[in-house]
């Protein structure tokens, strides 16, 4: 407190054996309390109990976190995650477990400097409390021509679309990203050296928004489908809606370049795109689609993304990095791409998002940063996608004080015509558990 609010001239920190001339307690209250006689707010606590990230608990009865042991929210560091307690997270409404913090001051006779001091003190760390944010993440999107109707019908096309709840996954959280795995254009033609070619008619962003998604990843293997006309109309629609992006752009400045975007009671998050697909079977390459000084296109440059992740983690803000890459329809990631992910963690990045692979895989923790590899399809319509691909997720990531401190899971099925969500929960948390197992650090015997 004293490093944010300088003492007033005349008063320093006690130090050993001096005697004191004023104390300070910190206290903390019941959420319904109010405050006693000189005391004054300073902020809020959320306590929590934890569980190793691999571990196949999402969220306990009060009783039983409070057997398991409560600890400060902000002290719960990856490779360790918060639980919830019957399904609510820590911050959100109807959370037992968050508290409100008062200091008092105790001194023989007032000094009117101090007390000033400490008012302001009270207002600094208020106006600071942010309370923990939910930051919604969904996998792949990209809409096929059979269901571009519903596109334009507002929140009836959302419906069926996104069935059983799985709209409402996006919504109830304060931010929510995903992979447009798509260009939003009707001009261009399909690229000849690939073998999948999708899109989506213009006008598309606005369906998107509407969905509740905040921030969407560009820097993929498909960006390009329909050339670079085509690539050029999806950045206009996008931003004649205001829906913000990152990994592409009209110059490797512009793709690697991190995104701030406030999310309201929670802070601002940044965020960086990029892709590190491999090369496509008819030939399609990473460097066709990568910007340069002068050339639009995705972010593939990793240097430039690790100095954007740098000077985002710099701002003090908590950054989020989306990035396209990995082998597809496995289970695990392979070596190279760990490899990979790992370097954004060890420049500063709280939470690295893959996509790619079109199925699940697994968590693990680097350098105090969360890695999810793949959450799967979330919306992949007209395409005949292997079994494996259906089964999907929603990861709802906490995030506090600059790190993730709990993770949930909410399964969901991306079929050939529509997405929905699935009613049971461990569907998806023991999968998840076993594919971050396979990811986990061999413990030495």
Known sequence: MAKSCPLPAGWHLSKMGETAAATLALEILPPESDL???????????????????????????SEAESRGLVPLETIDPPRRALAVDGILPGSQGYPFSRKLAVVMRADGKDEALSAWLESASRSAVSSDRRPLIL???????????????LLEGEDGLATLLRGGALDLLRRSDLAVANLESPISSRGVPNPRKHYHFRMPAGSSSWLKEAGLGMLLLANNHALDYGLDAFMDTLADLDATSTPYVGAGKSLAAAAAPRFVDSGPGGSLAFVGFACFPDES??????????????????????AALISVRVAAASGAPVVVLAHGGNEYIEAPPKATRELFAKFAEAGAALVIGTHPHQLQGCEARSGCLIAYSLGNFIFTDEAEPPQAWRGAVLH???YRGKVRAVMPFPILALYDYTMAEEDPALIEDRLSALSALLAPVQPR
């Open 397 to 399: 990531f906490l995030i």
């Open 136 to 150: 919604a993440a969904a996998g792949d999107i990209q809409v096929g021509e059979e269901q571009w109707p519903l």
């Open 282 to 303: 008819q030939g399609f390459t990473l460097a066709e689609a990568a910007a340069g000084q002068a050339k639009a296109g995705v972010d593939a440059d990793l240097a």
């Open 36 to 62: 006693g006689p000189g005391e004054l707010p300073f902020g809020s606590l959320y306590l929590a109990a934890s569980v190793e990230l691999q571990d196949a608990t999402y969220s306990v009865g009060a």
